[in-house]
């Protein structure tokens, strides 16, 4: 295992340009921080091309990914004062890795008998993202379709704000109009979440058939796509002074309202 104590080796300047979007897209290359991650994205099929170790941190933890290692990843161990100069984290357990890019296609999501589908429209912050991709996980959701995202998926702020759930579902970016003709050629009923006069309580909402949840960012809401298009425009009613919430948190409430509904059988003539 070669060791590098120079913040100048070539290695650590290029896993640092790796927190730039243009980097990582012309490189088809990522970094992932910490066990956890790491051991999420190699069981969910991402190679890694580089795994660097700071055993003065990781201890027992620096064999754990001996079983999963291909056997073109290189292992490199490095100093502390490097890896406090490379990684993001405040708990930090030493291990750091680059993986390969994967993007995924619209045509090739694998649904199950009845989906649920969650769309997002221009999330601009990458906490917020990854947020709603662990509430995604928890949900069980069949994929997230990203539409017009003003930051690529594999910002690192999003891997480590997901907690590795980046890697366990089935993540498509692609346009409005792209997402909007793909849910609609597969049949799936569209719920977009916006303050419309037309928009109704989204606890009187049926989520039981195939469903897709439409959010957009706090700041724009979502386009005139999204509100012409859709099925039913759906509100969070809402008791206090302000009008909305985070759109991480909207997405949690809409998400397991879903989930609520299809572990019960719906008899309510109420619902439409």
């Not at 490097?82 to 291990?95: L, P, S, T």
């Not at 206090?240 to 991480?248: A, H, R």
Request: charged share 20%.
């Amino acid at each position: 295992m070669e060791k590098i104590t120079s913040a100048k080796n070539p290695r650590v300047k290029f896993l640092l340009s790796l927190q730039e979007s243009k980097e990582r897209r012309e490189n088809a290359l990522f970094f992932i921080e910490g066990k956890r991650e790491i051991e999420k994205a190699v069981q969910n099929g991402f190679h890694l091309e580089y795994l660097f170790l700071c055993s003065e941190i990781a201890g027992e933890n620096s064999s754990v990914f001996d079983s999963f290692l291909s056997s073109n990843t290189q292992v490199f161990d490095i100093s502390r004062n490097i890896f406090d100069k490379i990684a993001y984290r405040e708990n930090r357990d030493g291990i750091i890795a680059v993986a390969g890019i994967k993007n995924f296609f619209l045509e090739e999501i694998q649904l199950s008998a009845n989906p649920l589908i969650l769309v997002l429209e221009s999330i601009e912050k990458p906490g917020n993202l990854g947020a709603i991709l662990r509430t995604a996980d928890a949900a069980g959701v069949d994929a997230i379709i990203v539409c017009d995202p003003k930051t690529d998926l594999f910002n690192p702020n999003i891997v480590r704000s997901s907690l590795g759930c980046i890697f366990t579902k089935q993540i498509v970016s692609c346009s409005s109009e792209e997402a909007l003709q793909w849910l609609k050629k597969n049949n799936i009923k569209i719920f977009s979440a916006a303050i419309t006069p037309d928009a109704v309580n989204c606890y009187s909402c049926n989520f039981t058939p195939p469903s897709a949840i439409v959010l957009g960012s706090e700041a724009w809401g979502l386009s005139e796509i999204w509100l012409k298009e859709s099925d039913q425009n759906i509100i969070i009613p809402m008791f206090g002074q302000i009008d909305s919430m985070n759109v991480s948190v909207s997405c949690a409430v809409l998400a397991f309202e879903a989930v609520r509904q299809r572990n019960r059988d719906i008899s309510d003539s109420s619902h439409q």
